[in-house]
């Protein structure tokens, strides 16, 4: 081929590129991060909303709604649509306010409001409670709406209908607020009055057919796909186990499948360390679609399931909290020995305040609750659960209110409104940013959890996170693959380490998971 046709040939693969990325690259670069869309769908007059009358003339007949209030003759409505248009999820702690309660601001410049309720569709109903009780909507100025920190999944929505009086419909409406790793916009959809965009769905699928037939003019060899990373295999895998490990093994996941050219597909679904092993266990390594599985668990398998294998990854710590009202900072080993014994019943007992002690634990099947037994409990277990929902009791001669719930954030956002509670959960998870406002960590006889001084700091509450696979997998399996990259990849040991724990790779980890204790 001369450099002629070689020539032709590059640019027409360029032309063909260029053609099929242009329309879809700003969009698709926008939605890989997080995104909360807003838009005005509705705003409409429903008082006279003419001009007052002037000195001594007569008042005009009033049209509105609002006939007996001439005040509101001016009245709007204002509909917004708030929504995550984007493909991330978004939590509470992702909006970036300096207010710990609210993460959008809603602006109706010139108006003032005098109402505003909110709608859901069905299907997002859950959302209510977070402007049914506090904080709720918040109106901190005459034109100035503050919105609460809601959780949105991709596609949820709701709505906001606001009543106003002042200016007119049709003024400017605003909503701002920041996002980690994401952005606010406003979205628009066309009325009948406007016209279609220049590139209308049906002009981009154009674009690109005369794209794909331009490249497949301009491209004559075969062309084969780039090889795999050499630390890469493909095929699917399903982790489960520990929830405090969860956050973890998405961030690790995402990024293997990045790493991997996104062809092996990783699913993460952890409901406790001791359901994964056992469900491991029974199903024989597989799930029911026929994925390979691997358990995480906060500590060693039971001894009768000889079958698995373990891989150790991490040295998990975790931390006791306490609601703000309790305003001790450090609790000796022996006191939380008798707190969970129940021989404490009161906080005034350690010199804290007059709150009855109520225990906010996990259930059984939790790494979390087996590591505290037998880390800091001395292997006794904690004493039965004497309430269903952690504020009344169910077993009335119970020395100790105490309840158990499912996951680590059920746990810090029971601690978080429930004076005198206490509970536990993982490090990272109780921390800030990511700890819910109204608890606080303690220290054990002094000592602060610290991933780099575990070797020489003497903190007990951790333990090592185990991974276990039905017998050893094989080298060149997406389990073993995904496994290597978490304990001895830079990257893999760079996200256990952001999240708190510490890598079973790194020099003091080798030292630490290679204990037997």
């Known amino acids: 081929m001369g450099w002629l046709e070689i020539t032709f040939t590059a640019a027409g693969l360029l032309l063909g590129v260029v053609s099929i990325i242009t329309p879809f690259a700003a969009d698709r670069r926008a939605r890989r991060s997080r995104r909360i869309g807003f838009r005005k769908q509705m705003d409409i007059a429903i008082g006279h909303n003419g001009p007052a009358p002037a000195a001594g003339q007569a008042d005009p007949p009033l049209l509105g ?20 248009d984007g493909s ?10 300096s207010s710990p309660l609210y993460g959008l601001t809603a602006e109706f410049p010139g108006r003032t409001i005098r109402a505003q309720d909110v709608t859901l569709p069905g299907e997002h109903t859950n959302l209510m409670g977070y402007f049914e009780h506090q904080p709720g909507l918040h109106v901190a100025g005459p034109s100035t709406l503050r919105i609460p920190r809601v959780p949105l999944k991709p596609g949820a929505h709701y709505k906001i ?4 009086n002042g200016g007119a419909e049709g003024d400017r409406v605003a909503v701002t607020g920041d996002l980690k790793d994401g952005s606010l916009h406003e979205n628009h959809s066309l009325t009948p009055d406007e016209k ?27 062309t084969l796909p780039a090889p795999l990373p050499d630390d890469c295999e493909t095929g699917t895998l399903r982790l489960t186990g520990s929830t405090a490990f969860a956050p ?4 690790l996941a995402r990024k293997y499948e990045a790493h991997c050219g996104d062809e092996p597909r990783i699913t993460v679904a952890a409901h ?3 359901t994964g092993v056992r469900e491991l266990a029974l199903s024989g390594g597989k799930t029911q679609d026929g994925a390979a599985a691997v358990a995480f668990s906060d500590g060693p398998r039971p001894a009768s399931y000889t079958q698995l294998s373990e891989s150790r990854i991490a040295v998990s710590l975790f931390t006791l909290v306490t609601h703000d009202d309790v305003k001790l900072t450090n609790l000796s080993v022996a006191d939380v020995r008798r707190l969970y014994r129940g021989e404490i019943g009161n906080w005034s007992e350690l010199g804290g305040p007059d709150l009855p002690v109520v225990l906010v634990s996990r259930t059984s099947g939790s790494g979390t609750r087996s590591a505290l037994t037998e880390r800091v409990l001395g292997g006794r277990d904690e004493p039965p659960a004497s309430s269903d929902d952690c504020v009344n009791r169910t077993v009335r001669d119970a020395p100790v209110l105490r309840c158990e719930l499912d996951s680590t954030e059920q746990v810090l956002d029971t601690v978080a409104r429930t004076p005198g509670a206490l509970g536990y959960a993982e490090l990272r998870a109780a921390s800030p940013p990511d700890a819910p406002h109204g608890l606080h960590r303690l220290t054990l006889d002094g000592r602060a959890p610290n991933p780099d001084r575990l070797d020489t700091g003497g903190y007990p509450y951790r333990e090592i996170e185990y991974a276990y696979t039905y017998g050893r997998p094989p080298a060149d399996s997406l389990a073993s693959s995904f496994l290597a990259y978490a304990v001895d990849n830079g990257t893999g040991k760079g996200v256990v380490a952001t999240h708190g724990h510490l890598p079973c790779g790194t020099p003091v980890g080798l030292r630490v998971c290679g204990r037997a204790d």
């Open 248 to 251: 973890v093994l998405t961030e």
């Open 65 to 84: 709604l609002f006939n007996d209030l001439p005040e509101m003759r001016d009245a709007t409505l204002v509909l917004l649509r708030i929504e995550n």
């Open 196 to 222: 279609p965009p220049a590139f209308s769905r049906q002009a981009r699928w154009t674009t690109v057919v005369l794209g794909l037939a331009l490249m497949a003019a301009a491209v004559l060899p075969l």
């Open 272 to 274: 406790g360390s001791r």
């Open 88 to 97: 991330r999820h978004i939590e509470e702690s992702d909006y970036l306010d």
């Open 161 to 164: 209908l606001v009543l106003l």
